[in-house]
């Protein structure tokens, strides 16, 4: 019995090597369950830009297309302001008149793309309206044209979509005023120093060349 109980009192407790090996332990799993976490807040928030820049995408698209699909055609396209997009034809003559123009801006200072067109001065009466909403001729300088119609205060604009880093029309036809489809290469923003391209088609459904 005395044996037993000097073998009972003779047990050590942790060491103080093993308490610091435990204390190691703990601040390296500690350490390895904080880089995963911040891993994964970091895709977590990658996942969401990327899904943010693919709705912009989207609703980009859908905006445009509201132009497009009901277009005639698009009339040229200069890489560093925009197209110029010939919308419909209320004079039914098969020209290009003032109020059927529509110019898609590009920003890329800004990132934006912005639709612009021509208003009519308020107070002018039917017959003045008419002798305003002047023909263009195929070729004209569209972008020329609604700069100076913006500079008389005759014009309207609404945002189309931002974060737009670049934006590139290109087609397969021997103009843009003949091609019926055409490819958009677009670069999204999606976060301080990423941007993400894509792209999409635009068709124009109704097509017809202007006389």
């Known amino acids: ?9 003779a047990r050590p407790g942790l060491t103080l090597i093993e308490l610091m ?32 820049a693919l709705q912009r995408s989207h609703a980009m ?14 009339l040229d396209e200069d890489p560093t302001q925009g197209f110029a997009v010939w919308l419909h034809d209320d004079n039914t003559g098969g020209t290009i008149n003032l109020t ?3 110019i898609v801006w590009y920003d890329f200072a800004a ?3 912005r639709v612009e067109w021509f208003v009519f001065p308020i107070g002018l009466t039917g017959p003045e309206q008419q002798a305003m909403d002047r023909e263009l001729s195929v070729g004209t300088d569209y972008f ?19 974060g737009v880093a670049a934006f590139d029309l290109a087609h397969d036809a021997v103009s843009f005023i003949d091609a019926k489809r055409l490819r958009a290469g677009v670069s999204l923003r999606v976060s301080t120093d990423e941007t ?3 792209l999409f088609t635009i ?3 109704g097509h017809t060349v202007p006389n």
């Open 21 to 52: 090996i435990a204390i190691a332990i703990t601040a390296m799993i500690g350490a390895a369950i904080g880089i995963v976490m911040t891993a994964a807040g970091r895709n977590l928030s990658r996942v969401s830009e990327v899904r943010s």
């Open 111 to 113: 990132e934006t793309l």
């Open 100 to 102: 059927e123009l529509r």
């Open 203 to 205: 068709g124009i459904n």
């Open 144 to 162: 020329i044209e609604m700069e100076l119609l913006r500079a008389l205060g005759q014009t309207s604009e609404i945002l189309i979509a931002d």
């Open 1 to 9: 019995m005395r044996r037993a109980r000097r073998t009972q009192h």
């Open 61 to 74: 698209h859908a905006r445009l297309r509201a132009y497009t699909d009901a277009a005639f055609t698009i």
């Open 196 to 198: 993400q391209d894509m």
